[in-house]
Nanobody, 122 residues
Framework: QVQLVESGGGLVQAGDSLTLSCAVSGRTISTYAMGWFRQAPGKEGELVAGISWSGDSRYYADSVKGRFTISRDSAKNTVYLRMNSLKPEDTAIYYC???????????????RGQGTQVSVSS
């Protein structure tokens, strides 16, 4: 059974930083593209950061470029999202998702977690 479990969300003020973690069990992430999606109320989910299965390319949405950094630790089978200079418009549920042999940018995924809430106050 494959499980992706996110942690690290919370309520912060504008300008603060957070680091989200996604711990994966049941599969090794070394053959999966990993990404962080977010979904705000009334909006569709969007990929904000992705890393290809080989680890040699990354994708960032324009809205987070320069502020967010995705990374992975294969030994811990965990993916991270470092978020700096947070803005109120970053408020959303953030979830991680995996796609077998995917590139850095993808929409469809094989597995996803339940998500963690990030709320940024002004």
């Amino acid at each position: 059974q494959v499980q992706l479990v996110e942690s690290g969300g919370g309520l912060v003020q504008a300008g603060d930083s957070l680091t989200l973690s996604c711990a994966v069990s049941g599969r090794t992430i070394s053959t999966y593209a990993m990404g962080w999606f977010r979904q705000a109320p009334g909006k569709e989910g969007e990929l904000v950061a992705g890393i290809s299965w080989s680890g040699d390319s990354r994708y960032y949405a324009d809205s987070v470029k320069g502020r967010f950094t995705i990374s992975r630790d294969s030994a811990k089978n965990t993916v991270y999202l470092r978020m700096n200079s947070l803005k109120p418009e970053d408020t959303a549920i953030y979830y991680c998702a995996a796609r077998k042999y995917g590139g850095a940018y993808y929409r469809d995924h094989d597995y996803r977690g339940q998500g963690t809430q990030v709320s940024v106050s002004s």
